[in-house]
């Protein structure tokens, strides 16, 4: 039975989701709004919130200390080409995970997954030497397959909740019809799985566009993306709030948009497999 | 041409035997309906022709090529599928034109094709729409006109009417036997329902436990069911199966009458019952009687209507030249 929506339980479950929303992007509201403060304001005690002198200097220095679009456009590149490799390589397997499961599929999936939980410093130290001997260190190649790896497991377990939900009927129809492999998954499942798709794309683009531990310890100067763009702000020599802030919101404004335009796909990707 | 021939064919799922060896034989432009209770095997074998299931052993032998290891897509066999199995994001248009587009065959010629496919099978008012926007009987039509576009050596279909209402299966039925008639092309055709299998096929072969319990015309399995199991599965309603100090008068464990073979009488005859349940049909009327000494109700038909009622007296009298005798291992005696 469905349980009655009373105007005071809409009323509570409304205010309380507002609340969770905006206590979560607190963070990125403060840091979008700290870029435009001084760096005296940006420390201020107590915290200003609305009465302090907006300014534009900290993009103006941001801009002009470093050159935010070759970072940008490494960031493109790397989630954008991890993303796509990782997709061409996850569709077949999902494709055999979903369609002709062996004794063996579920381990495979449980065990892909654990490889997430592993943390990544913890191979660090073999994948840097890797990166040396094949002189892959500060090149967007070495990073896109480190990039696409990593994200891997997550692709494939996307897919494969989709595909699950795709009647293999309609596969085996297109068999009978006459369709050899690459054209039942060209054809038919990649079409009926768009959706699906879509937001594994999405959501690993942005995995990957946020990711920081490896884009910042395998790139120097040619391959460094957004993340090591922010990273250089952070510096022991003294305190840049407000830069930082201006750099971080420059960093993090694609994303963001990409993400608000996206929103319905999102949390369909992101509660993938909850509710057919 | 769709001569099939399947040779020792075996089909077992992990530890599960769900074929034993098997042969069977179907003759170019023949109506083989695969008919038997769920579970028997009917789809597994229908699925190993096609290709989709591998065999665990034996042959398949199509139109004299060994097509055992043969992929689906090049055994030249279109099948129907129970779900209609369309492509829900293309055209109805689309859909037939798919395997025709799989073939390779030239723009022109798939468009004459279509449009000929459309126009047998009143479709041409509907090839722009999505499968999604037609009723079962249309999506049914498609998933037939994705299958005659290609000029299949043989027709597969899976319980194709199972998902339709009453009245729309029975219009099917109809389409589909006189498409055969036309095309004049190998059909092979599974279900559970018997009388889709009498009234459609050249040949019924009758599955239990994937075993073939007997192969032969509708007719042939009406008249001479080489066992209980056949007895009890063609004919509807059922033949009347009974056991005992009745049975062992005519000489066998097991006799079997078909109600349409018993004459009833309300003044006197050979078993003396009750009425209990009467069904009138119009054209005919069904008795259910519980006769003395038989367990079972015995049910008999009567042409017409009859005015006999709940608890009325009857006797019944089996006709001596339909009646069936079985043995003790349920096999019949001549």
Same mark, same amino acid.
């Given at each position: 039975?469905?349980?009655?929506?009373?105007?005071?339980?809409?009323?509570?479950?409304?205010?309380?989701?507002?609340?969770?929303?905006?206590?979560?992007?607190?963070?990125?509201?403060?840091?979008?709004?700290?870029?435009?403060?001084?760096?005296?304001?940006?420390?201020?005690?107590?915290?200003?919130?609305?009465?302090?002198?907006?300014?534009?200097?900290?993009?103006?220095?941001?801009?002009?200390?470093?050159?935010?679009?070759?970072?940008?456009?490494?960031?493109?590149?790397?989630?954008?080409?991890?993303?796509?490799?990782?997709?061409?390589?996850?569709?077949?397997?999902?494709?055999?995970?979903?369609?002709?499961?062996?004794?063996?599929?579920?381990?495979?999936?449980?065990?892909?997954?654990?490889?997430?939980?592993?943390?990544?410093?913890?191979?660090?130290?073999?994948?840097?030497?890797?990166?040396?001997?094949?002189?892959?260190?500060?090149?967007?190649?070495?990073?896109?397959?480190?990039?696409?790896?990593?994200?891997?497991?997550?692709?494939?377990?996307?897919?494969?909740?989709?595909?699950?939900?795709?009647?293999?009927?309609?596969?085996?129809?297109?068999?009978?019809?006459?369709?050899?492999?690459?054209?039942?998954?060209?054809?038919?499942?990649?079409?009926?799985?768009?959706?699906?798709?879509?937001?594994?794309?999405?959501?690993?683009?942005?995995?990957?566009?946020?990711?920081?531990?490896?884009?910042?310890?395998?790139?120097?100067?040619?391959?460094?993306?957004?993340?090591?763009?922010?990273?250089?702000?952070?510096?022991?020599?003294?305190?840049?709030?407000?830069?930082?802030?201006?750099?971080?919101?420059?960093?993090?404004?694609?994303?963001?948009?990409?993400?608000?335009?996206?929103?319905?796909?999102?949390?369909?990707?992101?509660?993938?497999?909850?509710?057919? | 041409?769709?001569?099939?021939?399947?040779?020792?064919? +075996?089909?077992?799922?992990?530890?599960?035997?769900?074929?034993?060896?098997?042969?069977?034989?179907?003759?170019?432009?023949?109506?083989?309906?695969?008919?038997?209770?769920?579970?028997?095997?009917?789809?597994?074998?229908?699925?190993?022709?096609?290709?989709?299931?591998?065999?665990?052993?034996?042959?398949?032998?199509?139109?004299? +090529?060994?097509?055992?290891?043969?992929?689906?897509?090049?055994?030249?066999?279109?099948?129907?599928?129970?779900?209609?199995?369309?492509?829900?994001?293309?055209?109805?248009?689309?859909?037939?034109? #798919?395997?025709?587009?799989?073939?390779?065959?030239?723009?022109?010629?798939?468009?004459?094709?279509?449009?000929?496919?459309?126009?047998?099978?009143?479709?041409?008012?509907?090839?722009?729409?999505?499968?999604?926007?037609?009723?079962?009987?249309?999506?049914?039509?498609?998933?037939?006109?994705?299958?005659?576009?290609?000029?299949?050596?043989?027709?597969?279909?899976?319980?194709?009417?199972?998902?339709?209402?009453?009245?729309?299966?029975?219009?099917?039925?109809?389409?589909?036997?006189?498409?055969?008639?036309?095309?004049?092309?190998?059909?092979?055709?599974?279900?559970?329902?018997?009388?889709?299998?009498?009234?459609?096929?050249?040949?019924?072969?009758?599955?239990?436990?994937?075993?073939?319990?007997?192969?032969?015309?509708?007719?042939?399995?009406?008249?001479?069911?080489?066992?209980?199991?056949?007895?009890? #599965?063609?004919?509807?309603? +059922?033949?009347?199966?009974?056991?005992?100090?009745?049975?062992?008068?005519?000489?066998?464990?097991?006799?079997?009458?078909?109600?349409?073979?018993?004459?009833?009488?309300?003044?006197?005859?050979?078993?003396?019952?009750?009425?209990?349940?009467?069904?009138?049909?119009?054209?005919?009327?069904?008795?259910?009687?519980?006769?003395?000494?038989?367990?079972?109700?015995?049910?008999?038909?009567?042409?017409?209507?009859?005015?006999?009622?709940?608890?009325?007296?009857?006797?019944?009298?089996?006709?001596?030249?339909?009646?069936?005798?079985?043995?003790?291992?349920?096999?019949?005696?001549?």
């Amino acid at each position: 039975m469905a349980r009655a929506v009373t105007p005071r339980r809409k009323i509570i479950t409304t205010a309380v989701a507002w609340a969770i929303g905006l206590l979560i992007f607190f963070p990125i509201y403060w840091t979008i709004l700290t870029s435009f403060k001084t760096e005296a304001q940006a420390i201020n005690d107590p915290p200003l919130f609305f009465s302090f002198d907006w300014t534009l200097e900290n993009y103006a220095v941001v801009q002009e200390r470093s050159d935010y679009m070759r970072f940008l456009w490494n960031s493109v590149i790397l989630a954008g080409g991890s993303t796509l490799i990782g997709i061409l390589v996850a569709i077949p397997a999902a494709w055999s995970m979903a369609f002709v499961p062996s004794r063996r599929t579920k381990d495979i999936l449980l065990w892909m997954l654990s490889t997430k939980m592993l943390p990544a410093v913890g191979v660090l130290y073999p994948i840097s030497l890797i990166f040396v001997q094949f002189n892959l260190l500060d090149t967007r190649g070495g990073l896109i397959a480190v990039l696409m790896l990593i994200n891997l497991p997550i692709i494939v377990w996307m897919l494969y909740t989709y595909f699950k939900e795709i009647p293999i009927d309609i596969l085996e129809a297109a068999r009978m019809d006459g369709a050899n492999l690459r054209e039942e998954i060209l054809y038919i499942l990649t079409p009926m799985a768009i959706p699906g798709i879509a937001s594994t794309i999405l959501l690993n683009f942005i995995l990957a566009w946020n990711e920081a531990f490896w884009t910042l310890n395998l790139t120097a100067a040619n391959s460094a993306p957004l993340t090591a763009f922010i990273a250089s702000y952070s510096s022991p020599e003294g305190l840049f709030f407000a830069k930082l802030s201006a750099a971080s919101t420059m960093a993090i404004a694609p994303i963001l948009i990409l993400g608000w335009f996206s929103q319905k796909q999102l949390v369909r990707g992101l509660t993938f497999g909850a509710v057919k | 041409m769709g001569h099939i021939i399947l040779e020792n064919v +075996k089909k077992r799922f992990g530890e599960v035997t769900v074929i034993p060896p098997l042969d069977l034989e179907i003759n170019d432009g023949e109506f083989v309906v695969f008919v038997g209770p769920s579970g028997c095997g009917k789809s597994t074998l229908l699925r190993l022709i096609a290709g989709l299931e591998d065999v665990t052993g034996g042959r398949i032998i199509i139109d004299g +090529k060994d097509a055992t290891s043969v992929p689906p897509a090049r055994r030249g066999l279109a099948m129907v599928f129970q779900s209609y199995a369309l492509y829900p994001h293309m055209s109805v248009r689309k859909n037939i034109a #798919f395997p025709l587009r799989m073939a390779r065959l030239e723009r022109a010629e798939i468009d004459r094709r279509v449009k000929a496919a459309a126009e047998v099978l009143n479709l041409t008012d509907y090839l722009d729409r999505r499968p999604g926007q037609l009723s079962g009987g249309q999506r049914q039509r498609v998933a037939i006109g994705r299958a005659i576009v290609r000029e299949p050596a043989a027709f597969l279909f899976d319980e194709p009417l199972s998902n339709l209402d009453a009245a729309l299966r029975v219009g099917m039925r109809l389409e589909i036997s006189e498409l055969h008639k036309r095309l004049e092309t190998t059909m092979i055709y599974v279900t559970h329902d018997q009388v889709e299998a009498m009234t459609m096929a050249d040949k019924i072969v009758v599955l239990r436990a994937g075993n073939i319990e007997q192969v032969g015309s509708p007719l042939e399995l009406y008249r001479n069911p080489r066992n209980l199991f056949v007895a009890g #599965f063609i004919g509807s309603p +059922k033949m009347n199966l009974i056991n005992g100090s009745i049975a062992a008068q005519h000489g066998a464990e097991t006799i079997g009458i078909r109600p349409e073979h018993i004459f009833a009488s309300s003044e006197g005859g050979e078993w003396h019952g009750k009425v209990s349940v009467s069904e009138h049909l119009g054209s005919d009327t069904f008795f259910h009687v519980t006769c003395d000494g038989i367990p079972e109700p015995v049910t008999v038909r009567v042409g017409g209507e009859v005015d006999l009622h709940y608890g009325d007296d009857i006797w019944l009298t089996p006709d001596p030249n339909h009646l069936h005798r079985f043995d003790t291992q349920g096999l019949r005696v001549a």
